[in-house]
C-alpha cells in the first residue's frame, strides 16, 4: 500500500510536466506559425484578357503604407506583357517574387509575363503616392495598357 501510493506520488508530477511540455511546445509553434504566415491582403491583376484587350484588370489598384501584400499577375492573353511600375517599386520593400518552383529575393522593378504565367509579389509599401503603371510592349501603354497604383499613408493611430 504504502509503495503504491509512493509510485503514484512520483508518477503524477511526470505526467503533469510531460503535459505542460506539450502544450507548451504547441502554444509556442502555433505562435510561431501564425509570425511567419502574417497576414498578407492577397490582389489579384489580370495583364490582358483572354479576348486580347490591352488593359489591366483592375487598372486601379490601392495600397496602405506597413500592410503586407501578396500582388498576384496573370496573364490570361495570347501574348506577352509586362507590369512595370519602377517609381511604385521604389517606393516599397519587396519580401519576394514567387514564379512555378523559383523565389527571388530583394528589389525588382518589372515583370514580364508568358502567356498564361503567373507570379506573385511579396512587398509592404513603404511610401504613400500615387504612381503608374504601364506595360513596356510597344504600342501597349498607347493602346490603353497603364493603370494606376495609389498607396495611402497609415492610419495614424
Ligand atoms: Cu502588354
Known sequence: ?????L?????????????IAIVAVLTLGGYGAIAASAPAE???????TAAGDLRFEPSQMQFTVGQRYKLVLDNPSPEKHYFTAKDFADALWTQKVQAGAVEVKGAIHELELKPGGLAEWVFVPERPGLYELHC?????????????LRVAAADSV
Open 7 to 19: 509510485r503514484q506520488a512520483l508518477v503524477l508530477p511526470k505526467i503533469l510536466t510531460v503535459l
Open 42 to 48: 492577397t490582389v489579384t491583376v489580370h495583364l490582358g
Open 136 to 148: 513596356a510592349i510597344a504600342g501597349h501603354a498607347e493602346a490603353g495598357m497603364v493603370g494606376q
Open 1 to 5: 500500500m504504502m509503495v503504491q501510493q
